[in-house]
């Protein structure tokens, strides 16, 4: 096992990989930027090294500042945590060169999976059924427009190199097409510094179900069932859950056997999350491969048992996987929400600032991931996700009502300071959700239900937010 | 190192990099980057001493040396739990009850204008409708349009572009409408 592990991250996810290291006996190096001076992280970890300025970009996402730093403490591995450096696969190749063990698959793999035309083609090749659409790089917009008159519309356009939600284009008629491509290029462009797109039939209620995966370097391969991460907002996802509900009976099954059949072809080596959409009457298809440890990976935790995080750091540290299939079983139902600062009333529009009061909830099979204590300023330059606030129950409903107990538990409050927590309580009381009947749409059917946009208050003495 | 992560590195260098030539050993590396470094440190020096305002942060750049000073904010450096926002509550509040500012939504950095070189939403003097845009506040990447909360007219920005701002604080003094 490692000696030392510094954690290129910062936020809740930074702690929960240094919780991990500590129970494993691994001593912690944390990094931070000059606004995370204060951060929980920079306190819980046996060292810490400050390595720039606040913008991500001359602090997390330098990386010359990571490794040196990982170098100078001395170091032997090196846990990126989701985003920033997370799935940069000449960040993974850096680390290796300079001696680090980067916590997270082979650089070439990360790359190619991290293209999005390439990833495609290579899990076609191994089985995975995909959504009609291209399989090779679009060479003109007038070949990217006859496709999508082939595949018929609606269809979604989509970065090549995207992620995280953001790069993508709906496009419901033929005349819309090529407008709608060029933009979505110059989009690729200015956000990941590629235009390349792709173009495959859109879902309009289709439900985002994914399959964790684990593998070791010898050859084996698991999953551990799914995650159902339907509840988003422009594409973030605001609630996910396991098991998957209402899916027809033997799908997670199917679903399962094909990612760890991926995982296999791709050379997958440590924790990975295929991203599946399913359709109303229940087929499934590919859409990407996550490369990382993701947000919502405890609710796979909750029912599983399994410590995702501890058993990233076992494949890296070169052990075989002890885990088999036949040893996976999920129990009960597990939900996560995400508590962000934002203002559901705007738009969830971000409100970054000092936390005067906060008070995470508690009771049984209650977890709470965070980074936030009473008299944390959050920062305005990084995301807003401030808590992961997950339940485990032994069936969905009671899952649910034990959510709602623990939302309403949860204080969160300061100067211009606002949470999802309302919002959420919302969509867990929501019966559409409670039934298990929701897709993609329902966060925008419950902002539509809730009144009119024209409504929302600017707060006193606020100039107010769009 | 495969050529593609070397492509990349040879690419930020030559963003960074401002023409100083390369030196051939790694003790002569090693002597130019304590030069450089001297240097950068003397002029910056020489900067600080020269500018009225102290400074929130300072960069200087040559060749392939940089060199970052921050210095805490006055107001809220000490970082003592609970001060700050008290601090923040009482500004906001006292801009309330004076009706003489617009201020901003959330915590943030303060943009003039909508794109750099372009000009100023609002200057002084000028008149401004319920829900016109004053300026931008960016949060977590996101541009968050500050409109006014009533009719009024500007009479002194109070923010430079590009600075940092709190929930609550002023950006604008201002006079209502019915007053001029």
């Not at chain 2, 260098?13 to 450089?36: I, M, N, Q, W």
């Not at chain 2, 009225?52 to 450096?77: C, Q, T």
């Amino acid at each position: 096992m490692f000696d030392k592990v510094l954690i290129a991250n910062r936020g809740e996810i930074a702690l929960r990989v240094a919780r991990a290291c500590r129970e494993m006996g691994v001593r912690t190096v944390a990094v931070y930027s000059t606004e995370d001076s204060e951060s929980a992280v920079v306190s819980y970890a046996d060292e810490a090294v400050r390595i720039g300025p606040g913008p991500s970009k001359r602090s997390y996402l330098s990386i010359p500042a990571v490794v040196e730093a990982a170098l100078r403490a001395g170091a032997d591995a090196v846990h990126p945590g989701y985003g920033f450096l997370s799935e940069d696969a000449d960040f993974a190749e850096v680390c290796t060169d300079n001696g680090l063990v980067f916590i997270g698959p082979p650089s070439e793999v990360t790359a190619r999976l991290g293209d999005k035309t390439a990833a495609r083609g290579l899990m076609s090749e191994a089985g995975l059924p995909l959504l009609p659409g291209s399989l090779d790089p679009l060479s003109s917009a007038e070949q990217a427009h006859r496709l999508a008159d082939d595949i018929g519309y609606p269809v979604i356009i989509k970065a090549a190199a995207g992620g995280g939600g953001r790069g993508m284009r709906v496009v419901h008629d033929s005349a819309e097409f090529e407008a709608a491509y060029q933009e979505t290029r110059a989009g690729a462009l200015a956000l990941f510094g590629d235009p390349q797109v792709f173009v495959e039939r859109y879902l309009p209620n289709g439900r985002h179900v994914e399959i964790q995966v684990l593998a070791d370097r010898f050859g084996n391969a698991v999953h551990l069932g799914e995650r159902d991460c339907s509840v988003q907002r422009r594409h973030q996802k605001l609630i996910e859950e396991s098991p998957a509900p209402r899916l027809p009976s033997g799908l997670v099954e199917e679903m399962g056997r094909v990612a760890v059949q991926g995982a296999l072809a791709a050379g997958y080596v440590g924790a990975g999350t295929f991203e599946f959409l399913v359709s109303p009457d229940g087929e499934f298809s590919f859409m990407e491969v996550n490369c990382r440890i993701q947000v919502e990976h405890p609710v796979t935790e909750m029912v599983t048992g399994v410590d995702l995080v501890q058993e990233q750091l076992r494949i890296a540290a070169g052990h075989p996987m002890t885990l088999r299939q036949e040893d996976v079983a999920v129990h009960g139902a597990a939900l996560e929400c995400r508590v962000n600062v934002e203002n559901p009333d705007a738009e969830f529009a971000p409100t970054p600032g000092v936390l005067r009061e906060f008070r995470p909830a508690g009771g049984p099979f209650v977890r709470v991931d965070t980074h936030g204590y009473p008299g944390y300023r959050v920062p305005a330059s990084y995301d807003s996700l401030l808590a992961k606030l997950i339940v485990w129950a032994p069936s969905r409903q009671r899952a649910l009502d034990r959510m709602d107990r623990a939302l309403e538990e949860f204080r969160v409050e300061g100067a211009g300071v606002r949470t999802t927590i309302g919002f959420l309580r919302e969509v867990v009381a929501d019966p559409g959700f409670r039934a298990g009947e929701h897709d993609t749409t329902i966060v925008d059917r419950i902002l539509r239900e809730r009144g009119e946009p024209g409504s929302r208050s600017s707060g006193e003495g606020v100039s107010g937010a769009a | 190192m495969t050529q593609r992560a070397m492509n990349r590195l040879e690419r930020e260098f030559d963003d960074e990099s401002t023409g100083v030539p390369a030196a051939g050993s790694e003790y002569e590396k090693r002597v130019l980057l304590d030069e450089l470094l001297e240097r950068v440190r003397h002029h910056s020096v020489r900067f600080l001493a020269d500018v009225s305002r102290s400074p929130r942060s300072l960069r200087v750049r040559a060749g392939d040396v940089s060199f970052d000073i921050e210095w805490s904010e006055s107001g809220h450096d000490v970082m003592e739990a609970g001060d700050t926002a008290s601090v923040v509550t009482e500004r906001g509040d006292a801009v309330t009850r004076e009706h003489d500012s617009l201020v901003s939504p959330t915590v943030g950095v303060y943009y003039e204008a909508p794109e750099p070189g372009a000009e100023p939403f609002v200057r002084a003097g000028d008149a401004v409708e319920q829900g016109q845009q004053v300026g931008i506040v960016e949060a977590m990447k996101l541009m968050i349009p500050v409109r006014a909360e009533r009719a009024c007219r500007i009479v002194e920005p109070l923010k430079a572009n590009g600075e940092s701002v709190e929930y609550g604080e002023a950006l604008f003094t201002v006079t209502s409408v019915d007053e001029d």
